[in-house]
């Protein structure tokens, strides 16, 4: 998946520099602790640094000049000196389930074993159906499906965004809409990082920037920084932008699904980051007790 988002960066690169060439575009293939650790749980061993640290690593040493991440993947504060330059355009956001046979959700058996390691789609599965028996999944798209074929699992939660970028839309799948299965917060969008102050990138960099999905991602992490989200804290965002305007969900969860907390924020898509504060304020009000329990 990551060499298929920074390929999408390099395409977009050439498409708008055509003096460039692939072979001036060097992409430098990083693997992270969270590619290789695939048998504990992230928040026990780091959370989502786990997925960027070799890579900032590598930004901060001058090893590369870009770093290409899933947003979802990316923690709110980020190291001193590197910031986030560009979202490019957002693929598919939602969630969909992965059974043998497309079910849907509601049409799974009682007591059904979906796997995930995600504690969000975890707790919006145990609100939704209680009666599932939800355990941690993880691997990449490839592996889940291997391990439903074992049956390991009646059923799995994976990202659209993923299963596009990777041409698999053919497996059965039944899509989670965001009205009753919010996504992750920068979910579906490949973000680019780089040092702050590189003035030998600026211009490509702003190529790469697409401004509906650049102000949806700081609406959604704006609310995302005030809840001092966490992989121990099941948190869903979601921000649509239509020309100037912008609509932002949130949703916190006991991570049981024994309770769930929502908001929204309608207003100009310039405010952005000012909307995103103040929902993230609101849902801090509403659902303090399970963010101190669970920091």
């Given amino acids: 998946m990551a060499l298929v988002q920074a390929n999408e ?68 504060v980020l190291p001193p000196g590197l910031v986030l330059a560009a979202a490019l355009p957002r693929e598919d956001p939602r969630d969909v389930l992965l059974t043998a046979d497309g079910r849907a959700l509601a049409d ?6 979906v796997g995930t390691s995600s504690l969000r789609r975890r707790a919006q599965l145990l609100y939704r159906r209680p009666d599932l028996a939800v355990i941690d999944f993880r691997g990449n798209v490839e592996t889940r499906i291997t391990k439903l074929e074992n049956g390991l699992a009646d059923a799995t939660v ?11 839309t053919d497996i059965a799948c039944a899509t989670l809409e965001p009205d009753d299965f919010l996504p992750a917060v920068g979910q579906g969008i490949v973000a680019v990082e780089w040092r702050d102050e590189a003035p030998s990138v600026v211009e490509f960099v702003a190529a790469l920037v697409d401004a509906p999905t650049q102000w949806c991602a700081d609406a959604e992490r704006a609310m995302l920084f005030e809840l001092d989200g966490s992989c121990r804290t099941p948190i869903a965002g979601y921000a649509i932008c239509t020309a100037q305007d912008i609509w932002l ?19 100009l898509a310039v405010d952005a980051h000012r909307l995103g504060t103040d929902l993230g304020h609101e849902l801090l009000a509403a659902s303090g007790h399970i963010l101190v329990e669970f920091r």
């Fill in 158 to 168: 994976l990202a659209r965004a993923g299963l596009n970028r990777l041409g698999r």
């Fill in 9 to 76: 960066v390099r395409d977009r690169l050439l498409a708008a520099f055509p003096v460039l060439t692939e072979r001036g575009i060097a992409i430098d293939v990083i693997k992270t602790s969270g590619d290789r650790i695939q048998d504990r749980n992230l928040a026990d061993i780091g959370g989502k640094g786990l997925f960027t640290k070799e890579i900032e690593d590598a930004l901060l040493d001058d090893r590369i000049d870009l770093a290409v991440h899933s947003l979802k993947d990316m923690p709110t």
């Fill in 108 to 113: 799974l058996p009682q007591k059904a074993v």
């Fill in 249 to 267: 969900r949130g949703l916190v969860l006991d991570p049981d699904g024994s309770a769930a907390f929502a908001g929204e924020r309608r207003g």
